[in-house]
């Protein structure tokens, strides 16, 4: 299995940020992937999903309008605009069980070791 979520960093509220997870062909061609993100204190929770061939996405209402999800052959990208402080987390990538994302993280398997959002005020 390999998954390889990157993009993390420190940004302004306000501001923009592209996560990338890179599968492997043999990982996700038929499956769907997931981002789910992890703040200090709390649980891991759902951001959003891209069903395995694109056509299908959903997203957390904490982050519908401000951000998008797309994919291009073995990579998956999460595009986060509006950032808030809140939105400070550790971000995961997952391929679900799945050809069309849920937003439950026990229907994925495959974690990627998550990348670092901090959003400063």
């Known amino acids: 299995v390999q998954l390889q979520a990157s993009g993390g960093g420190l940004v302004q509220a306000g501001g923009s940020l592209r996560l990338s997870c890179a599968t492997s062909r043999r990982t996700s061609s038929n499956n769907a992937v997931g981002w789910f993100r992890q703040a200090p204190g709390k649980e891991r929770e759902f951001v959003a999903t891209i069903s395995w061939n694109g056509g299908i996405t959903s997203f957390a209402d904490s982050v519908k309008g401000r951000f998008s999800i797309s994919r291009d052959k073995n990579t998956v990208y999460l595009q986060m605009n509006i950032l808030k402080p809140e939105d400070t987390a550790i971000y995961y990538c997952?391929?679900?069980?799945?050809?069309?994302?849920?937003?439950?993280?026990?229907?994925?398997?495959?974690w990627g070791q998550g990348t670092l959002v901090t959003v400063s005020s």
């Open positions: 997952a391929v679900s069980i799945y050809s069309v994302g849920a937003t439950s993280p026990q229907s994925y398997r495959s």
